[in-house]
């Protein structure tokens, strides 16, 4: 049997460990082969060094998140036990690839890994959630997979330019330089997964082409893992006409939140138009994230559980 102890160093203890230690209660629960126990400002765990890991881990993710918010909450500790149940059942298997930093890139929730076998088994995937769920991050690692592998020749990715409530028009560049902050998310994740220099030669060779929307228009992709991010944000025509680019050996992602749809009022969403229309189609696979995919910071799912109230 293996002992660790965990001390507890500038922390309210009631605010932590929770009334009448009902925090440290639950973790007990999940855990029924270890011991855990609290006296003073230490908790002494005992059992399996592998289980003893998994809650020093839990108890460090716990810590932090006291630090940031100054309490623990009963349904904190739930989220970030189901958070590591889920870590565990994903197996090196499931890695997609290793990023610019060593680290693995793979999915993190059952929903995730739905997505990806999804993908694996169509040609045309709408991944419809929340944000944080990781529509956008999985969709990229999934087309830089590919292109590493040799599978398509090019990666293409866009996203319509529609303000968010604000207003373009006055920001300074060109519409390339305006239109870039929307593609940010975009970057991010590549560049988690592609060392700059490659990055570079790649968007400058167009083996790597992120653009909006409306330059899709007339064109024809072939030999290409094809994302549309922010979906909701398109009209029906804009859809239809996006879908019937889509050439030989390609794949193609559509990705969108329908409770954050900034088009004007009397706009209709072309997202839910082409769920409605296309359900049923073969060849067309559709995946649904939820609050439970979440996998920002922990309070966002409950931000995003509030909303859905």
């Known amino acids: 049997m293996v002992e660790k102890v965990i001390t507890l160093e500038d922390i309210s203890l009631v605010d932590f460990l929770g009334v009448d230690n009902s925090n440290i209660k639950e973790v007990a629960t999940s855990f029924p082969k270890t011991k855990i126990i609290s006296r003073g400002n230490e908790i002494r765990i005992q059992g399996s060094g592998t289980e003893i890991l998994r809650i020093n881990e839990l108890f460090n993710s716990l810590i932090s998140h006291y630090h940031k918010f100054g309490k623990v909450s009963h349904n904190n500790v739930k989220t970030y036990i189901e958070q590591g149940n889920m870590d565990e059942q994903m197996s090196m298997e499931d890695v997609l690839i290793y990023g610019t930093r060593g680290a693995a890139i793979k999915p993190k929730t059952p929903n995730q890994k739905n997505f990806i076998e999804t993908v694996k088994a169509h040609d045309v995937v709408f991944a419809l ?164 995919d979440v996998t920002r910071h922990p309070i966002v799912k409950e931000i995003i559980k509030a909303y859905d109230k």
């Open 129 to 292: 959630g929340p944000a944080g769920t990781g529509k956008t991050y999985i969709a990229v690692a999934l087309a830089v997979r590919a292109l590493k592998n040799k599978e398509i020749k090019r990666i293409i990715i866009t996203r319509p330019a529609v303000e968010a409530g604000e207003n373009l028009g006055f920001l300074p560049g060109d519409l390339q330089e305006k239109i870039d902050p929307y593609l940010r998310p975009v970057y991010d994740a590549l560049d988690d997964m592609i060392p700059s220099e490659k990055l570079k030669y790649y968007r400058e060779n167009r083996v790597i082409e992120i653009a909006p929307l409306a330059y899709m228009r007339g064109r024809t992709l072939s030999n290409a893992f094809i994302l549309l991010d922010e979906a909701q944000n398109t009209t029906p025509m804009q859809l239809k006409m996006f879908l019937t680019r889509l050439g030989h050996n390609s794949k193609l992602i559509i990705n969108g939140d329908r409770t954050q749809v900034d088009l004007k009022t009397n706009q209709k969403s072309g997202l839910d138009d082409a769920v409605g229309i296309l359900k049923g189609v073969k060849g067309i696979g559709f995946v649904e994230l939820t609050h439970a």
